[in-house]
C-alpha cells in the first residue's frame, strides 16, 4: 500500500510547526541588547522463478519514440563515456501498462531487473494508492536508456511517480522522474521507513510535493550517485530531497529546488530531527528557501558536507547551509556567493531547541553575502543552548554583512564558542562594525600562533576578540 505517511509511531515535532516566527523573535529582543539588527494486465509470455532472471520474453519494439529534452543525468559528475554495465534483465516495451504490469509480477514473485526502453516516455495516467507506479515492496531495478522518462500525465489527478514500501529497495538506473504530483509527500519519490531507494546516473526533475521532498522524500535509505536533483518544488521543507532517515548524496547536483512556504527549510536539501545526511562530491547550486537554509537547512540533525560546493543558494538565515542544533561537519568545502536576507550568507549555526556542534575544516567560504543584518560568512547563535564552532586550516574572505562580516557570534540563553585554528579572515566587509569577525557575549579563540591571521577586513578587523588588532 502506498500511503501519504507510512512512518509507524508518532512522529517528532519538528521545530518550526506552530512556532510561527521562532526564529525571528529573539532577533528583535537582542537589537535592544546589543544596538544590532540580528537576526498500473498481466505479460502475455510465463514467468521464471529466479529473482532477476526473465519473467517474460517480450519482442515488442517501443511503441513510441519520445525524446524529451530538459534536466539530464549530472553527466559532468558521473564522468561522460563511463562504462558503467547494467544488469541484464525483462525487456519492459514503451507502454505505461505494461510496466506497471511488470512492477505488480515482480513484487509478488520477490524482485526483479526491468529494462525499460530507450528512447521512450512512460506517461502515467490512473492514480495507485497516490502514485502513479504500483509500490515496490521486494527489490526491483528500473534500467533505462538514452531518453527513457517516467512522467505523470498533464490534466490527470494529482499523484507522485513512486513510492518504496517496507522490505521494497529500488534501483533507479539511467532514468529520469518527472511531473509527479503529490498531495502529501515525495512529488517524484517517497520512500517510507524500511524501505531502499538508489538513484544512480538519473534525474528527478520538476516534481511537487504538498508537504515536504518535492524530488524526494525520505524515510528510510535513499543514495544518489551520479545523479541531478533539480527544479522541484515543497511547500514545507526539502525542495530537492526531504530526510527523516539516512541519505547519501554522492557525487550529484542538487540544483535550482525551491521551498516555498515562509517558516520552510531546506531548499536543496532538508534534514529533520535524528536524521543523518552525508554528501560527498557533489554540488549544490541554485537553490531556494523562504526562511532556512537556502541549499542545506536541517534540525536538530547529523549533516556531513565534504569535498562539495555549495553556491549561490538563498534563504533569509542561512543562504548556504543553516543548522539548528545537532552536528554539521563541513570538509573541503566551497561555500560561495550565498544569500541570507537576515543573516549568516554563508553558514547559520543556531543552538535554540538543542546544542549545536560545527567543525569546519580545509574549506572556504568566500563572497556570501547577508546585507540585511549579521555574519556575512558564518553566523553562531546560542540562543538558548550552547553552540561551539572549531574552524581549521579555512579561508573566509570577501563576504559582507552589516556587522561581523567574517563571523557573528553571539551567546543569550547558552555559550557560544569559536576556535580558529590556522584561519585567514581577510577582506571582509561590515557595514556596520566587525569586518572581520563580531563578538557579541561570547568567546572567539583566534589562536595565532597556529597560524590564523585576521586582516585587511573594513572598516575594522575584529570588535571584542581578545588578541585581535582592531
Given at each position: 500500500?502506498?500511503?501519504?505517511?507510512?512512518?509507524?509511531?508518532?512522529?517528532?515535532?519538528?521545530?518550526?510547526?506552530?512556532?510561527?516566527?521562532?526564529?525571528?523573535?529573539?532577533?528583535?529582543?537582542?537589537?535592544?541588547?546589543?544596538?544590532?539588527?540580528?537576526?498500473?494486465?498481466?505479460?502475455?509470455?510465463?514467468?521464471?522463478?529466479?529473482?532477476?532472471?526473465?519473467?517474460?520474453?517480450?519482442?515488442?519494439?517501443?511503441?513510441?519514440?519520445?525524446?524529451?529534452?530538459?534536466?539530464?543525468?549530472?553527466?559532468?559528475?558521473?564522468?561522460?563515456?563511463?562504462?558503467?554495465?547494467?544488469?541484464?534483465?525483462?525487456?519492459?516495451?514503451?507502454?505505461?501498462?505494461?510496466?506497471?504490469?511488470?512492477?505488480?509480477?515482480?513484487?509478488?514473485?520477490?524482485?526483479?531487473?526491468?529494462?525499460?526502453?530507450?528512447?521512450?516516455?512512460?506517461?502515467?495516467?490512473?492514480?495507485?494508492?497516490?502514485?502513479?507506479?504500483?509500490?515496490?515492496?521486494?527489490?526491483?531495478?528500473?534500467?533505462?536508456?538514452?531518453?527513457?522518462?517516467?512522467?505523470?500525465?498533464?490534466?490527470?489527478?494529482?499523484?507522485?511517480?513512486?513510492?518504496?514500501?517496507?522490505?521494497?529497495?529500488?534501483?533507479?538506473?539511467?532514468?529520469?522522474?518527472?511531473?509527479?504530483?503529490?498531495?502529501?509527500?515525495?512529488?517524484?519519490?517517497?520512500?517510507?521507513?524500511?524501505?531502499?531507494?538508489?538513484?544512480?546516473?538519473?534525474?528527478?526533475?520538476?516534481?511537487?510535493?504538498?508537504?515536504?521532498?518535492?524530488?524526494?522524500?525520505?524515510?528510510?535509505?535513499?543514495?544518489?550517485?551520479?545523479?541531478?536533483?533539480?527544479?522541484?518544488?515543497?511547500?514545507?521543507?526539502?525542495?530537492?530531497?526531504?530526510?527523516?532517515?539516512?541519505?547519501?548524496?554522492?557525487?550529484?547536483?542538487?540544483?535550482?529546488?525551491?521551498?516555498?512556504?515562509?517558516?520552510?527549510?531546506?531548499?536543496?536539501?532538508?534534514?529533520?530531527?535524528?536524521?543523518?545526511?552525508?554528501?560527498?562530491?557533489?554540488?549544490?547550486?541554485?537553490?531556494?528557501?523562504?526562511?532556512?537554509?537556502?541549499?542545506?537547512?536541517?534540525?536538530?540533525?547529523?549533516?556531513?558536507?565534504?569535498?562539495?560546493?555549495?553556491?549561490?543558494?538563498?534563504?533569509?538565515?542561512?543562504?548556504?547551509?543553516?543548522?539548528?542544533?545537532?552536528?554539521?561537519?563541513?570538509?573541503?568545502?566551497?561555500?560561495?556567493?550565498?544569500?541570507?536576507?537576515?543573516?549568516?550568507?554563508?553558514?547559520?549555526?543556531?543552538?535554540?531547541?538543542?546544542a549545536a556542534v560545527v567543525t569546519v575544516e580545509d574549506s572556504k567560504i568566500a563572497g556570501n553575502v547577508a546585507p540585511g543584518a549579521n555574519g556575512g560568512g558564518i553566523v553562531n547563535s546560542a540562543l538558548s543552548f550552547d553552540s561551539t564552532v572549531v574552524v581549521r586550516d579555512t579561508f573566509i574572505t570577501t563576504n559582507q554583512s552589516v556587522s561581523g562580516g567574517g563571523i557573528f557570534n553571539i551567546g543569550v540563553g547558552g555559550v557560544a564558542t569559536v576556535t580558529l585554528f590556522n584561519t585567514k579572515i581577510v577582506k571582509n566587509i561590515a557595514?556596520?562594525?566587525?569586518?572581520?569577525?563580531?563578538?557579541?557575549?561570547?568567546?572567539?579563540?583566534?589562536?595565532?600562533?597556529?597560524?590564523?591571521?585576521?586582516?585587511?577586513?573594513?572598516?575594522?578587523?575584529?570588535?571584542?576578540?581578545?588578541?585581535?588588532?582592531?
Amino acid at each position: 500500500m502506498n500511503h501519504q505517511d507510512h512512518t509507524p509511531g508518532p512522529k517528532p515535532v519538528r521545530p518550526d510547526q506552530g512556532r510561527a516566527g521562532v526564529r525571528w523573535r529573539w532577533t528583535v529582543g537582542l537589537a535592544g541588547v546589543t544596538g544590532l539588527a540580528l537576526t498500473t494486465v498481466g505479460l502475455a509470455a510465463p514467468a521464471a522463478d529466479a529473482v532477476g532472471r526473465p519473467l517474460a520474453s517480450v519482442n515488442e519494439q517501443p511503441s513510441v519514440d519520445d525524446r524529451h529534452s530538459g534536466d539530464e543525468p549530472d553527466k559532468g559528475k558521473s564522468g561522460k563515456g563511463r562504462k558503467g554495465k547494467k544488469p541484464e534483465g525483462i525487456p519492459v516495451p514503451c507502454d505505461a501498462d505494461k510496466l506497471i504490469a511488470a512492477i505488480t509480477l515482480a513484487n509478488a514473485r520477490g524482485g526483479a531487473v526491468l529494462d525499460l526502453a530507450e528512447k521512450c516516455t512512460y506517461t502515467l495516467t490512473a492514480n495507485i494508492d497516490g502514485a502513479g507506479l504500483p509500490a515496490i515492496t521486494t527489490p526491483i531495478t528500473l534500467n533505462g536508456g538514452k531518453h527513457t522518462v517516467i512522467t505523470r500525465a498533464a490534466a490527470v489527478d494529482d499523484f507522485r511517480i513512486i513510492a518504496v514500501d517496507v522490505g521494497g529497495d529500488l534501483t533507479l538506473n539511467h532514468l529520469k522522474i518527472t511531473g509527479g504530483q503529490a498531495d502529501g509527500d515525495g512529488g517524484g519519490v517517497l520512500v517510507n521507513a524500511g524501505g531502499a531507494l538508489t538513484v544512480k546516473d538519473s534525474a528527478v526533475t520538476r516534481n511537487i510535493a504538498s508537504s515536504r521532498g518535492g524530488g524526494i522524500a525520505n524515510d528510510g535509505i535513499t543514495t544518489t550517485k551520479h545523479s541531478t536533483i533539480s527544479r522541484n518544488i515543497a511547500e514545507s521543507t526539502g525542495g530537492g530531497v526531504d530526510n527523516d532517515g539516512l541519505l547519501t548524496v554522492e557525487k550529484s547536483s542538487v540544483t535550482a529546488n525551491t521551498v516555498n512556504n515562509a517558516l520552510s527549510f531546506g531548499g536543496g536539501i532538508g534534514g529533520s530531527p535524528g536524521s543523518t545526511t552525508l554528501v560527498t562530491g557533489s554540488t549544490i547550486s541554485g537553490n531556494r528557501t523562504g526562511d532556512a537554509g537556502g541549499g542545506v537547512g536541517s534540525f536538530n540533525a547529523t549533516v556531513t558536507l565534504t569535498d562539495s560546493t555549495i553556491t549561490n543558494n538563498t534563504g533569509s538565515n542561512g543562504g548556504g547551509v543553516f543548522a539548528e542544533g545537532g552536528m554539521l561537519t563541513v570538509r573541503r568545502v566551497t561555500a560561495t556567493d550565498n544569500t541570507a536576507a537576515l543573516q549568516g550568507g554563508g553558514l547559520s549555526i543556531q543552538a535554540l531547541t538543542e546544542a549545536a556542534v560545527v567543525t569546519v575544516e580545509d574549506s572556504k567560504i568566500a563572497g556570501n553575502v547577508a546585507p540585511g543584518a549579521n555574519g556575512g560568512g558564518i553566523v553562531n547563535s546560542a540562543l538558548s543552548f550552547d553552540s561551539t564552532v572549531v574552524v581549521r586550516d579555512t579561508f573566509i574572505t570577501t563576504n559582507q554583512s552589516v556587522s561581523g562580516g567574517g563571523i557573528f557570534n553571539i551567546g543569550v540563553g547558552g555559550v557560544a564558542t569559536v576556535t580558529l585554528f590556522n584561519t585567514k579572515i581577510v577582506k571582509n566587509i561590515a557595514t556596520g562594525n566587525g569586518g572581520g569577525i563580531l563578538n557579541a557575549f561570547g568567546t572567539v579563540n583566534l589562536n595565532p600562533a597556529t597560524g590564523t591571521v585576521v586582516v585587511k577586513n573594513r572598516p575594522n578587523n575584529c570588535v571584542n576578540v581578545p588578541g585581535c588588532a582592531g
